[in-house]
T-cell receptor, first 117, second 111 residues
Framework: SAVISQKPSRDICQRGTSLTIQCQVD?????MFWYRQQPGQSLTLIAT?????????ESGFVIDKFPISRPNLTFSTLTVSNMSPEDSSIYLC??????????????FGSGTRLTVV | GQNIDQPTEMTATEGAIVQINCTYQ??????LFWYQQHAGEAPTFLSY????GLEEKGRFSSFLSRSKGYSYLLLKELQMKDSASYLC????????????FGQGTELSVKP
């Protein structure tokens, strides 16, 4: 299965600032997914990032708040802009990946735990 | 649209067996995933079912009934390290590969 390196693993940021999260995959993938997991909640998809085109955002998420870059088939960034305490969450990237006995599945980065103060 | 339901939390005893249920409603079906997520960590893949029946993998098994829109994850010989959140998820049908997650079941294993 694919291996994803995500950083930073955690950060504490001041409100009004921005944080860029990076994900590097050890193989070329067509789509990369960015999820948010608020405290005590399950994962919610923010957007899908394809190389060479603009990201596709889910309802409730906008490009101005969560700009995404996808410069090549192994790398993507998510920026959380103009942060407020409500943005305190874990942010995870994910890719579709071959998995043993499953054909395919989804592998996740280790996550970025963001606290906005 | 899609809707996935699973219990919010469960408690079980070390060495016991626990079954975590998941019901889903989807406009199409491309299989069902179970993930395990320990606190503060990323989800890790447990199982994938696309055909009806039981898939066994060591202490963990997963069952699917497509006609009933129902799956369960069965954990045997529970260990303290099995305390985690268990997430049921389905790929969005014709939605570009994204995963739709249930709210997760927080399992606490007691000695």
């Amino acid at each position: 299965s694919a291996v994803i390196s995500q950083k930073p693993s955690r950060d504490i940021c001041q409100r009004g600032t921005s944080l860029t999260i990076q994900c590097q995959v050890d193989s070329q993938v067509t789509m990369m997914f960015w999820y948010r997991q608020q405290p005590g909640q399950s994962l919610t998809l923010i957007a899908t990032a394809n190389q060479g085109s603009e990201a596709t955002y889910e309802s409730g998420f906008v490009i101005d708040k969560f700009p995404i870059s996808r410069p090549n088939l192994t790398f993507s960034t998510l920026t959380v802009s103009n942060m407020s305490p409500e943005d305190s969450s874990i942010y995870l990237c994910s890719v579709e990946s071959p998995l043993p006995r499953a054909g395919y599945g989804y592998t996740f980065g280790s996550g970025t735990r963001l606290t906005v103060v | 649209g899609q809707n996935i339901d699973q219990p919010t939390e469960m408690t079980a005893t070390e060495g016991a067996i626990v079954q975590i249920n998941c019901t889903y409603q989807t406009s199409g079906f491309n299989g069902l995933f179970w993930y395990q997520q320990h606190a503060g960590e990323a989800p890790t893949f447990l199982s994938y079912n696309v055909l009806d029946g039981l898939e066994e993998k060591g202490r963990f098994s997963s069952f699917l009934s497509r006609s009933k829109g129902y799956s369960y994850l069965l954990l045997k010989e529970l260990q303290m390290k099995d305390s985690a959140s268990y997430l049921c998820a389905v790929p969005g049908y014709n939605q570009g590969g994204k995963l739709i997650f249930g709210q997760g079941t927080e399992l606490s294993v007691k000695p």
